[in-house]
């Protein structure tokens, strides 16, 4: 039993190290998914997305790394870093060029999507890596769906990346390029640690920690960051619900007012934070009317003050019998 688990493990030690390679179908396979990805992203389909990471192969060499770390193979280590390295910037140029082909296009949600890291991610990536290490060493698991999965935390990003480097937008490029590495970083050091925990790369745990110490301060500064932004987007997604809600409560004393479209921004200086909003209906809003509105919103959570702008659409709502709403219903409600 003993000898058949030795022969498995070594089976699995080649089999990463043969995927940690960089080679013409390791380039060929990477530039493919790029593409693929690149245009599902364009396209605004997630199912394209999802699809192109069939081609992908940017698990192998993480792989590589996370076991050359834990057993000690310098050279394995060497060679899988080559791989991750030259994977990423492949996937970036690839983009890049598709980017400036089809600069007319404009920004999607698939690709804005990646670039908005959150500590939610980190953990989608940790349990990614852990389970694709573990079905990897698994006899009676296959690492190909579990390898997909986990490739479209990697490529969509560095993709979505590379389209928007040629865009100009540096600093969504940089929300995607983080939320990359961090997947990578993530799916490495989960990795390691389920290889070190199954034996197949034995040792104590001082031999786990001491080489993944990048790894993992890595891990902690990121966790940090997001946890922080998690917890700034929270306040911000419970302001503009709060905002929407007294908005609507405030327009239900003008009949046939309602809100079309809110939207937040922040003034040039950044001292202020700008609700945008969009009204329809029979009655046009002055500017106390404005003033009282603005004045039941909350105060934004950053501290900036908030100023209120309104862009009305007049819009009548017919029946057979005249206008539901008009003008002057409005101006005879009491306020």
């Not at 990048?214 to 960051?225: F, N, T, Y």
Request: include cysteine; hydrophobic fraction near 55%.
């Amino acid at each position: 039993m003993l000898t058949a688990e030795t022969d498995h493990y070594a089976r699995v030690r080649g089999d990463i190290a043969a995927a940690s390679s960089f080679d013409l179908p390791f380039v060929v396979m990477n530039v493919l998914a790029a593409v693929v990805a690149s245009y599902g992203l364009l396209l605004d389909s997630a199912a394209v997305v999802i699809g192109a990471m069939i081609l992908a192969m940017l698990l192998g060499p993480i792989s590589g790394v996370a076991l050359a770390l834990v057993g000690g193979d310098a050279r394995l280590l060497r060679r899988a870093s080559v791989a991750v390295i030259s994977g990423v910037l492949i996937v970036l140029a690839t983009a890049i060029v598709l980017g400036f082909v089809h600069k007319d296009v404009p920004t999607t949600h698939q690709m804005l999507e990646r670039t908005s890291p959150n500590f939610f991610e980190l953990m989608i990536a940790l349990a990614g890596g852990a389970a694709g290490a573990y079905a990897s060493i698994s006899p009676r698991l296959s690492v190909a769906f579990v390898g997909v999965a986990i490739a479209t935390a990697l490529v969509p990003p560095l993709a979505s990346c590379g389209l928007l480097l040629a865009r100009g937008d540096f600093d969504l490029a940089e929300g995607a390029f983080l939320l990359a590495v961090m997947n990578i970083v993530a799916i490495q050091s989960s990795a390691s640690f389920v290889m070190w925990a199954s034996g197949i790369a034995p040792g104590k745990l001082r031999e786990l920690i001491a080489p993944n110490i990048l790894s993992v301060a890595i891990l902690l500064l990121l966790g940090g960051i997001l946890v922080v932004n998690m917890r700034t987007l929270v306040g911000d997604t419970l302001f503009q619900a709060s905002v929407a809600r007294d908005l609507r409560q405030g327009l239900a004393g003008y009949p046939g007012v309602f809100l079309a479209d809110l939207r937040f921004t922040r003034s040039g200086g950044g001292d202020a934070t700008i609700v945008q909003a969009v009204v329809r209906g029979p009655k046009e809003l002055d500017a106390e009317d404005t003033g009282k509105l603005q004045d039941r919103l909350p105060r934004p959570p950053d501290g900036t003050r908030l100023e209120l702008r309104l862009r009305q659409v007049h819009a009548v709502v017919m029946t057979p019998n005249g206008p539901l709403y008009s003008s002057e219903d409005a101006d005879n409600v009491d306020r």
